[in-house]
C-alpha cells in the first residue's frame, strides 16, 4: 500500500502563489505516475496536473497551463505542485494521486485551497 499526504493548502488572494505538497510513503516503488486532483463544491472532481514518478514527464489541464507547475522530489518521495497567478475559480479541495499503471488507485485526504477575490 502507499500512503499519501497532502499539505500546504490554505486562504490566498486572487493573483497570489501558493505550494502544495504530497509526501508519498508505503510502498512508494510500485507508484508509476503522481497526480492533482480537485473538486469545488458541487462539481466533479477534475483532473489538474500530472508527472511521470521516474522521467518526469508532466500533463496539465488546459484551465492551469502556464499558472501551474508540478514537479517531484524522488529522494523526498514528494510531488509539489506550484500554484501562480491563482482565480477564485481555483477553490477547491486538492487531491493528490499515485497510480501504478493507468488507474489512479492511491489518494490523499485533500487539503482545501480557498482564493479571496
Known amino acids: 500500500q502507499v500512503q499519501l499526504v497532502e499539505s500546504g493548502g490554505g486562504l490566498v488572494q486572487a493573483g497570489g502563489s501558493l505550494r502544495l505538497s504530497c509526501a508519498a510513503s508505503g510502498r512508494t516503488f510500485s507508484i508509476y505516475g503522481m497526480g492533482w486532483f480537485r473538486q469545488a463544491p458541487g462539481k466533479e472532481r477534475e483532473f489538474v496536473a500530472s508527472?511521470?514518478?521516474?522521467?518526469?514527464?508532466?500533463n496539465y489541464a488546459d484551465s492551469v497551463k502556464g499558472r501551474f507547475t508540478i514537479s517531484r522530489d524522488n529522494a523526498k518521495n514528494t510531488v509539489y505542485l506550484q500554484m501562480n497567478s491563482v482565480r477564485p475559480e481555483d477553490t477547491a479541495v486538492y487531491y493528490c494521486?499515485?497510480?501504478?499503471?493507468?488507474?489512479?488507485?492511491?489518494w490523499g485526504q485533500g487539503t482545501q485551497v480557498t482564493v479571496s477575490s
Open positions: 494521486a499515485g497510480r501504478p499503471s493507468s488507474e489512479y488507485r492511491y
Open positions: 508527472i511521470t514518478w521516474s522521467i518526469g514527464t508532466t
